[in-house]
């Protein structure tokens, strides 16, 4: 008995885990709500920041370096090595086989500047600990240990001339590149709000048309019903009645659709905002905050040079320039100019001898030119390519700014006539509501049909359908307006 009320007891708790697991949560999300979840908190949005993040991070960096001194430090480990040679050595009158040792340590600390006018200094102190063994001369049996010490600085100064400056070069491009990528978050951040209204949009007219589908199959099951019984009364043929069944089927059929539909739609934007794609958002129709005035359409045409599209390619065109230039000025005449002076200090202790310091010093200024005679056209061939992606970059930016401002304007009227398109589609979702309050009425009066009324309720659900078909657009575009400009 107990192992029976036992097995029925899991039975019970197996079968609520299996209810439980199947049911799918489900939340109010306003369609502002989930633009601001998508952008802010969502993976696609950390993605969205990084690139720019990336972005600002290279600039640093590369600033940092154009103006600051790079520092690294190199050494290695103690060295040890043997010698041994055949030949000849001091105090002996021929060849002998001599064994040397030596024990070494060597370290530097560089620092490298860049230089306004383009050229590097390059600052590098060395350190140098050597103990080293050889034989004493006439007497091989005997060993001198010797050990030096020594520290110098390199002063290295190299200016090129005839061609741009490599550092500012690179931080240039940095610097376009970061607004290139400040002005690629914008275009992301609009495509990803136009794909959240979408799919806001998308839900919240599949759950209109899944109320309409019923009731279209709700009239058509009752027109099949009233035919069928016509049928029997030899009102109709029975031509007639089948093609009430077979509307009846196409209703039955459409609902599937829908409701398949409605689930994929309702887990494309679960995914959007990272919920579980088994959650289910329940939407609301948004209503328009505020239109655009004469005022705010005149300001957002005279601002037509400050969005997105020209700014990017405008910033386009100055690295493809400045691509070209530097490409043509490295294949001509160039010239470079380079200053080393070396400063040495030590001291050395021999066994058995008197210390000895070590001063040395050296410098060293040459002037060097370069010009190509023949390389089979290559270099010709590389700086035409750069100025073909010049060239290319120029029209791309040209282009943009005669189609920005009529983008702009299109987008507005656009705006005007979708704001009075929803007027209009309002007041037929007014008469159409008045329409069903009739048929309302008429029905519990038994003046008409339950038939007649479905049909009155599903022209409501299309006017209303028909509205939010066109906010949605309307959105879309205040959507696509907002993300032309940079502020």
């Known amino acids: 008995m107990v192992r029976k009320c036992l097995s029925g007891f899991m039975s019970v708790i197996v079968a609520l885990v299996l209810i439980t697991t199947q049911l799918s949560w489900s939340r109010e999300l306003t369609l502002d709500e989930a633009i601001a979840l998508a952008v802010t908190r969502t993976s696609r949005a950390e993605i969205i920041r990084g690139n720019l993040e990336v972005a600002e991070t290279n600039y640093f960096a590369e600033r940092v370096n154009f103006y600051l001194p790079e520092i690294s430090i190199n050494g290695n480990l103690p060295a040890y090595s043997v010698n041994e040679s055949f030949r000849h050595y ?21 620092l490298k500047q860049n230089l306004i006018s383009g050229g590097q200094l390059i600052v590098r102190g060395n350190l140098l600990n050597k103990d080293a063994m050889y034989p004493l001369g006439s007497d091989l049996n005997v060993t001198v240990d010797q050990n030096t010490r020594e520290g110098y600085f390199n002063f290295e100064f190299e200016q090129p001339f005839l061609k741009p400056s490599d550092a500012m ?73 089948l093609e009430s ?140 390519a750069a100025r073909l992606s010049e060239e290319k970059a120029r029209i791309e930016y040209e282009r943009s700014k005669r189609s920005a401002r009529a983008q702009i304007v299109n987008l507005i009227n656009r705006l005007d006539v979708g704001y009075r398109k929803l007027d209009v589609l309002n007041k037929q979702i007014e008469l159409a509501k008045s329409k069903l309050g009739i048929a309302k009425f008429r029905l519990d009066d038994g003046q008409v049909s339950m038939i007649t009324y479905l049909e009155s309720r599903i022209d409501y659900l299309e006017a209303k359908n028909k509205y939010l078909e066109e906010l949605k657009q309307y959105l879309l575009d205040k959507i696509a307006l907002e993300g032309k400009y940079t502020g």
Do not use: C
Request: glycine share 4%; no cysteine.
């Open 90 to 110: 001091a105090g002996l009158p021929r060849k002998q086989l001599i064994k040397t040792t030596d024990f070494d340590f060597t370290s530097n600390i560089e």
């Open 169 to 241: 070069n690179d931080l240039n491009n940095k610097k376009d590149d970061l607004e290139i990528a400040r002005l690629a978050k914008l275009e992301e951040v609009a495509a990803l709000k136009k794909e959240v209204t979408e799919a806001y949009f998308g839900v919240l007219q599949l759950s209109l048309k899944e109320e309409l589908t019923r009731d279209k199959l709700e009239s058509a099951r009752l027109k099949a019903d009233v035919d069928s019984v016509k049928l029997q009364d030899g009102i109709i043929s029975e031509e007639d009645w």
């Open 245 to 384: 069944a077979s509307a009846r089927l196409d209703a039955e059929l459409e609902q599937f659709d829908i409701d398949n539909q409605l689930q994929e739609k309702n887990r494309e934007l679960a995914i959007l905002l990272d919920f579980e794609a088994s959650e289910t958002i329940l939407s609301a129709a948004p209503e328009i905050a505020q239109h655009l005035d004469e005022r705010e359409k005149k300001t957002l045409i005279e601002r037509w040079e400050e969005s997105v599209d020209v700014h990017k390619a405008r910033h386009e065109h100055r690295k493809e320039q400045r691509a070209a230039d530097y490409a043509a000025s490295s294949h001509g005449l160039n010239g470079n100019l380079a200053a080393r002076y070396s400063l040495g200090r030590g001291k050395v202790k021999t066994e058995g001898m008197e210390d000895d310091n070590i001063k040395a010093n050296s410098w060293e200024v040459s002037l060097n030119f370069t010009y190509p005679i023949w390389d089979g056209g290559a270099s010709g061939a590389e700086v035409k």
